[in-house]
């Protein structure tokens, strides 16, 4: 019950949140002068209308977002203690796997998915101005003999939207590889260091048992930290694009 509470209270100001960017965005681009609006095709207008404003709202409303990052870093928090105060040899193998898994994955995936997601949305932006292109101008295009033009420019612009995404699949899917390579790793060693431990009598099997939990709950912790840094990040692209669309200097 406090969880859907929470959630729908959360859920209702962020619906109203994005409704107020809408309009203000809206607002301000309905200010600029008609050399300005013109400056820009009008592919690119819609595209920081709608795809900018959902991909910058992203950062509060997609399903991994800042909310989660807070609660891992809580979870991480509270797990590195207890683990510090019942076996600080068994933290330190832990913290040895944990700390390279985000490195890796905020230098190797977040920052370059960053750059990607840019890129998304300025090829989305030139997508939808081929369409519009191809749309609007269909029976000047069909009297110059231009059709197969402006259908090849929609092509390559929708292809280059697949290849970035790829991209971005493919960094992604780098990602998830890290995780049995440094969470099985982790564990394996774990294990056969703290049999040498049990075995020497510097702790017990319930010890290393209760530490192989609190390990689980820093790894979910510190998986769900990197999705949400991954996504923040990428919703950032699109805040990047709405910053700029407000900041435009409006003409006297």
């Not at 989305?124 to 519009?132: L, P, Q, S």
């Amino acid at each position: 019950m406090y969880n859907g509470i929470v959630w729908t209270l959360y859920a209702t100001y962020v619906t109203r949140w994005v409704g107020a960017i809408r309009q203000k965005l809206f607002g301000h681009i309905s200010c600029l002068s008609l050399q300005q609006i013109e400056a820009k095709p009008s592919g690119e207008w819609i595209t920081r209308l709608n795809i900018d404003v959902q991909a910058a709202t992203a950062l509060l409303n997609q399903p991994v977002h800042l909310p989660h990052a807070v609660v891992a870093t809580i979870n991480i928090c509270v797990s590195s203690m207890i683990l510090v105060l019942m076996n600080p040899g068994i933290f330190g193998l832990i913290i040895a796997f944990v700390i390279p898994h985000v490195l890796l994955s905020q230098l190797c995936i977040a920052r370059p998915v960053t750059c990607l997601a840019m890129d998304v949305q300025e090829a989305v932006a030139k997508n939808t101005t081929d369409m519009n292109a191809l749309v609007t101008c269909a029976d000047i295009a069909m009297l110059y003999d231009a059709r197969e033009f402006l259908l090849k420019r929609f092509e390559e612009s929708s292809l280059e939207i697949r290849r970035v995404n790829m991209k971005i699949q493919y960094r992604r899917a780098m990602g998830s590889g890290l995780l049995p390579l440094t969470g099985m790793g982790g564990y394996l060693v774990i294990l056969l260091a703290g049999g040498s431990w049990i075995a020497a009598g510097s702790t017990t099997f319930g010890e290393l048992t209760a530490a192989f939990q609190y390990r689980g709950g820093m790894l979910i912790g510190s998986m769900m930290l990197i999705n949400s840094l991954m996504n923040i990040k990428t919703a950032l692209a699109g805040v990047k694009r709405v910053n700029e669309t407000m900041h435009i200097t409006l003409e006297e």
